[in-house]
């Protein structure tokens, strides 16, 4: 997270070097005009870092299939100057997939993000919790029952907010804190599972092969209309996390600490909560429910930046970067068959679940 604040010398006016505080150890001083930016060294070089690895996998994904091209076929393609088929395969293609991975990955992970330190419980991800599951319902009964045409990124966002809603109430009043939270999404999460297991036995084989994406999590395909609306609200709900950064870092302290600072704590859960289920609602009416990418990307993101702030870009570009891999291995793996993403997250997430569980405390959240 970065602070920002502003200094003056009480004689002149303005910021001189004799006057000026030295930053805190670990952080580094940007200054202008009488302002200054603290940037937490090691949280950058996290993001750097991601943001290299999330390119070199971007890459990696334009290069790696059926036809392999090099760098440079890829690179010449997205120039405009390839040949024909380099540049059909990369912009026809890959490239619209890619767009919807990174999408949808950095969407997942954030949202993870801002459910874990809501709740500050790190089980506490829109998939665990019902949010996944509600968006998949909802967005498959708008393709089995009212066709394809009615908008899923719209029944999914519904289908959110409903989990969401039936979550708290189901939690008596708890709030977001505690295991009756989670135990409470858990139970709206395979109810609105079972709803789309019905949805889909119901109905001709033909259009629930339709819907069948949604309930596995898959790239394939993906509507264009979906990714950019998902690419849209991305845009507005990474900078609104960022812009919350120092409400979720006092979120970990108590309420009457955290109001003592000036927190108004009521509509930051709001802003946090409604945030995390727009993400979620997009994310799914693109993918469907790709499970574990939410609790990865934090965890990813906490172990390389630092442990003074929640890390929102950090996890933002660690889904991005899971997301990407994941399938690209799911497209590799059994070529030229085809591994839903899904899958391929839920295999490698399953274990790491596991272990939260059997080591349940660790970098500042439960």
Known sequence: MSLLVQSSSSRLGRTRPEDAVAPPRGTRRLAWRGLSILLDRQTLRANLLLLALVLAASLAYLCLGEQIL?????????????????????????????????????????????????????????????????????????????????????????????????????????????????????????????????LLARVAIDVANAAYPWTVGSLSARPAGAVWTLAVGLAIGLPVAMALGRSLSLMGFSESVARSLGTRLGRRRAQVLSTSVVLTGLAVAVAGPVG???????????????????????????????????????????????????????????????????????????
């Open 70 to 198: 090099s760098p440079a076929d890829v690179l010449a393609a997205l120039q405009g100057t390839g040949d024909g088929l380099s540049t059909f395969v990369v912009d026809a293609l890959r490239l619209p997939r890619l767009g919807a991975a990174l999408a949808t990955g950095a969407a997942f992970a954030l949202a993870g993000c801002l459910m874990q330190t809501l709740a500050a419980n790190r089980l506490a991800t829109p998939g665990i919790i019902g949010i996944d599951n509600g968006a998949t319902a909802f967005a498959v009964a708008s393709v089995v029952g009212l066709g394809v045409g009615l908008a899923p990124p719209a029944m999914a966002l519904a289908g959110a907010a409903t989990a969401t809603a039936l979550t708290f109430g189901l939690a008596l009043g708890g709030g977001t804190q505690g295991y009756r939270f989670i135990v409470a999404g858990i139970g709206v999460g395979a109810v609105f599972g079972a709803l789309t297991n019905l």
């Open 292 to 366: 574990m990418v939410g609790l990865l990307g934090p965890e990813l993101a906490r172990h390389l930046a630092s442990k003074r702030s929640v890390p929102v870009l950090a996890s933002a570009l660690s889904g991005a970067l899971i997301m990407v891999l994941a399938d690209l291995a799911g497209r590799l793996m059994l070529s030229p068959l085809e591994i839903p993403v899904g899958i391929v997250t839920a295999v490698v997430g399953g274990p790491w679940l596991l272990w939260i569980l059997i080591r349940p405390r660790s970098h500042g959240v439960a």
